[in-house]
């Protein structure tokens, strides 16, 4: 299972690079100024799960570069993303709203209208 897993995980990726979305272009203002919005965003996600390429594309095509959290790579984020926002499950936007309080957004559908919003 777990081998079946990975190659179907490499094909998931290959494809993802072959086909990758281009970014907009900006002008180096707007997008410094999307930059900053984006800035208290953090995505906890895996390289090869599925959801987490679809989040990643939404985000190329909308030129977001948000910072990616690899739950495998990093223990820490691993537990955090169990123990504040209640599950494991990737991908998972972390948001930190203006009073400072944290909101873990799962569901790749509603990250990446989520996302789609801060672009338009
Ligand atoms: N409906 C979810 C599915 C996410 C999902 O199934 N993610 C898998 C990785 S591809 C996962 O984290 N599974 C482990 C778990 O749920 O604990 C979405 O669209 O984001």
């Known amino acids: 299972m777990f081998i079946i897993r990975w190659i179907l995980g490499r094909i998931i990726l290959f494809f993802d690079f072959i086909f990758t979305p281009r970014s907009p272009k900006r002008a180096a203002a707007e997008q410094q100024e999307i930059n900053q919005r984006i800035a208290n965003l953090s995505l ?6 599925p959801f987490c390429v679809k989040v990643r594309r939404a985000m190329k095509r909308n030129g977001l570069p948000v910072e990616l959290r690899n739950i495998n790579k990093d ?3 691993k537990q955090e993303l169990i123990s504040e926002g209640g599950k494991r499950t990737v991908p998972c936007l972390r948001i930190v709203n203006q009073d400072k309080s944290v909101h873990w957004l799962y569901e790749s559908c509603e990250i990446v209208t989520y996302l789609e919003k801060i672009a338009s």
């Open 44 to 49: 906890y996600q895996l390289p090869a799960c």
């Open 75 to 77: 223990e820490k984020y």
